[in-house]
Nanobody, 117 residues
């Protein structure tokens, strides 16, 4: 069992910054990679960024490349998403997702990010 808790969402003006956190607990030694997804009202959930838990290799959606940075702190079992130059179209609920070896994959409960124009 793994529990994921996101935090750090909020309301920010366009051009501003926010940092999201996703704290994992439980069977975290099974983690292969962790990801951020987002879902805007009326739209499907979409991939934002990913990071491998061992080597730290990263991958980004084209829409956030150059503006968002994913990182991790293995000692704290926490993943981060630094979001800069935010745009109104970044408004969504942001979810963290953890993929595991030999056990189920898990989603967090989500955190709302709202970017005003």
């Amino acid at each position: 069992q793994v529990q994921l808790v996101e935090s750090g969402g909020g309301l920010v003006q366009a051009g501003g910054s926010l940092t999201l956190s996703c704290a994992a607990s439980g069977r975290t030694e099974r983690t292969i990679d962790m990801r951020w997804y987002r879902q805007a009202p009326g739209k499907e959930r979409e991939f934002v960024a990913a990071i491998t838990w061992g080597g730290g290799a990263t991958n980004y959606a084209n829409s956030v490349k150059g503006r968002f940075t994913i990182s991790k702190d293995n000692a704290k079992n926490t993943m981060y998403l630094q979001m800069n130059s935010l745009k109104p179209e970044d408004t969504a609920i942001y979810y963290c997702y953890a993929r595991h070896l030999g056990i189920a994959d898990y989603w967090g409960q989500g955190t709302q990010v709202t970017v005003s124009s």
